[in-house]
């Protein structure tokens, strides 16, 4: 069995060849942003507003389900929030009860009503008075259902997350959907990243920030200039490398998503 100190003084050995720290290193380039867009809610699909191709922005409704049901619950909860009849008869009946109250009240002080009519009086105003926060708190509630039926019909719209493309509608107007679906794909290819695994022995003179040469793959065959945005400190320890996230301009969208890009380390 080899002792202890010599196991340790030959675990050096399992770094990486000179030649293979030497060697490029290859990675896929993505967009930056991209998202496959799905409803949170099951349904029809009514309407689709966005084509492939389409430069879209953020906020923008790219595909809406039946909302029918959902419209005819929200025109109720409008009307049942803006309804007035019953806070407006709470309020008429507390300022009657209240005035009532003070004209006992200055008659029992003269004298010509019992004390107990003062009382019945102001016990009557209490409780028209708390009549009224119930007619309010019951119109704050309907609001909230309001809302709530607001939110409720928009999980049955796609919006764009961000400025972009659309590249992919994959349904059709009255096919069903389910929330397991992502039928439309958005990306911005006007900024790529290429994710390239750099081995330990070159990280050293690599540091975020610089602008280093990245050659891309076919169709593009030519090299670009990449800044290394991101250095990955957690190591991976199977492989013995850092991720290492660059970020290319690609304003004009010449580059397309996917090619395959490569650092020289020499």
Not at 74 to 87: F, H, K, P, T, Y
Not at 134 to 143: G, K, M, S, V
Not at 188 to 210: H, K, Q, S, T
Request: charged share 25%.
């Amino acid at each position: 069995m080899m002792p202890t100190r010599r196991l340790l003084l030959a675990l050096p050995a399992l770094a990486l060849p000179a030649r293979a720290q030497g060697a490029p290193v290859r990675g896929p380039v993505r967009a930056r942003q991209q998202a496959q867009l799905g409803p949170l809610a099951d349904g029809i699909v009514k309407h689709i507003d966005a084509q492939e191709g389409q430069r879209v922005t953020r906020g923008q409704v790219l595909l809406r389900l039946d909302d029918e049901v959902q419209a005819a619950r929200i025109a109720m909860a409008r009307a049942a929030a803006e309804a007035e009849g019953d806070l407006r008869q709470a309020q008429a009946a507390a300022a009657e009860a209240a005035a009532h109250a003070g004209r006992v009240g200055n008659a029992a002080r003269a004298g010509g009503a019992m004390p107990w009519e003062s009382q019945a009086a102001a016990a009557r105003a209490t409780v028209t008075r708390a009549a009224v926060d119930a007619a309010q708190d019951r119109r704050a509630l309907e609001r909230r259902r309001l809302e709530l039926a607001l939110a409720e019909a928009e999980m049955l719209v796609i919006r764009a997350p961000f400025d972009g493309r659309v590249f992919k509608v994959d349904t059709t107007i009255g096919s069903p959907l389910t929330r397991a679906d992502r039928p439309i794909t958005v990306a911005d290819l006007r900024e790529l990243e290429a994710v390239l695994f750099v081995p330990a022995g070159a990280i050293a003179n690599l540091r975020e920030g610089a602008v280093m040469p990245l050659r891309l793959g076919a169709p593009i065959n030519r090299a670009v200039p990449a800044e290394l945005r991101f250095i990955d400190r957690m190591m991976d320890a199977a492989s013995g490398r850092f991720r290492c996230v660059f970020a290319i301009a690609n304003a004009d969208e010449a580059i397309p998503a996917g090619v395959e890009a490569e650092l020289s380390l020499a």
